[in-house]
């Protein structure tokens, strides 16, 4: 009976001894670390731009009819055939008074609807010229961001057929009614490409519409300037606790205790980027956004902590003003509009 005692007794001095060591390898384990990545003040250039989707078309496609002048008369002959190509002013038909019709613009003749011998009227079609090498892109772009569009801005293009390429561009026109759809209201906005060589039309776009650009400015990431209600600031670097960041972008560093705030006064902004106007100079060190880290996670994890900091900092080391707007008070840890 004794010996049974003494065998449980062993029983529960192993059973209590490793539960104490998990507990404690537990605790070890789950301890946080705080983790604030910081950036350096940048100097040069950003832009403000609103995006749309659409699709190339011909900048020139209609019709060519008889005007009133050349009512009433006989065609004589018809001096060009589906699939020519034509400059402006080439002669497209002769009357039988010896005057002529001319392309009053440069394309393709896609159709033609007249023969010898037609007496025509006025407003009557006799082609179609279409100019496959001078395109536009149609832009759709939302009602909200409508008002900030204006004809000859500035467009970058990229045709999705050519992913690597960017192509240039001015905005036109912009429609005067907008096309509902689940209860949003978009705009088509024709864009005019400078040079539109080895595209068809058809082929789908994204545009960017630049609405202001700043060169020669002081920029943060979006994740570094932080709202209160006395207006913007950001996180000095602390200065303890840093460590060297290898490999991420414009992240200098990493710290672990907050540094003082400083107030700066801010301009425009984009996805990306915010201007300073005052309050820091070029290669200051401010503070991003803070993260926690457990004392468990091992170099292996190092790729998704990179990660959990770009997410946390607006979209990436050059930030996100617009993607980062969460609003804090006190001692907040994202910006706001």
Do not use: C
Not at 77 to 83: I, L, Q, T, W
Not at 331 to 336: L, S
Request: avoid cysteine; charge should be neutral; hydrophobic fraction near 30%.
């Amino acid at each position: 009976m004794k010996k049974i005692w003494i065998l449980i007794l062993v029983v529960v001095v192993v059973i209590g001894g490793g539960a104490a060591y998990w507990l404690l390898t537990r605790d070890k384990s789950s301890e946080n670390t705080t983790m604030i990545p910081t950036t350096t003040v940048q100097k040069g250039t950003i832009s403000t731009d609103v995006s749309g989707s659409g699709s190339l078309s011909p900048a020139i496609d209609e019709d060519v009819t008889i005007g009133s002048d050349d009512a009433s008369k006989t065609i004589y002959s018809v001096d060009v055939s589906e699939n020519d190509k034509v400059s402006k002013g080439d002669k497209l038909l002769t009357f039988t008074d010896g005057t002529t019709l001319t392309a009053p613009e440069s394309g393709t003749i896609t159709s033609t609807s007249v023969y010898a011998g037609n007496r025509v009227n006025a407003g009557q079609k006799i082609a179609h010229i279409t100019n496959y090498n001078d395109l536009d892109t149609i832009l759709s772009i939302d009602e909200l961001d409508i008002p900030k569009i204006k004809t000859g801005q500035t467009v970058s293009v990229v045709v999705n057929a050519y992913p690597n390429k960017t192509f240039k561009g001015k905005v036109t026109s912009i429609a005067k009614e907008g096309t509902d759809s689940n209860g949003t209201s978009s705009f088509d906005v024709t864009v005019h490409l400078s040079k539109s060589s080895g595209l068809k039309p058809g082929m789908t776009t994204t545009g960017n519409i630049v609405l202001e650009k700043k060169s020669n400015i002081l920029y943060l990431p979006s994740g570094a300037v932080h709202q209160s209600t006395n207006g913007y600031f950001v996180y000095l670097s602390s200065n303890t606790g840093g460590t060297e960041s290898q490999g991420m972008g414009r992240f200098s560093g990493v710290e672990t205790k907050r540094g003082a705030q400083k107030t700066v006064t801010i301009g425009i902004h984009n996805d990306k980027y915010i201007e300073i106007k005052s309050g820091l100079e070029a290669g200051q060190t401010v503070q991003l956004n803070e993260i926690t880290r457990s004392s468990g996670t091992n170099s292996s994890n190092s790729q998704s902590q990179f990660q959990m900091m770009r997410s946390m900092n607006g979209g990436g080391f050059g930030g996100g003003y617009g993607g980062a707007r969460r609003m804090q008070n006190g001692n907040g840890g994202g910006t706001g509009q």
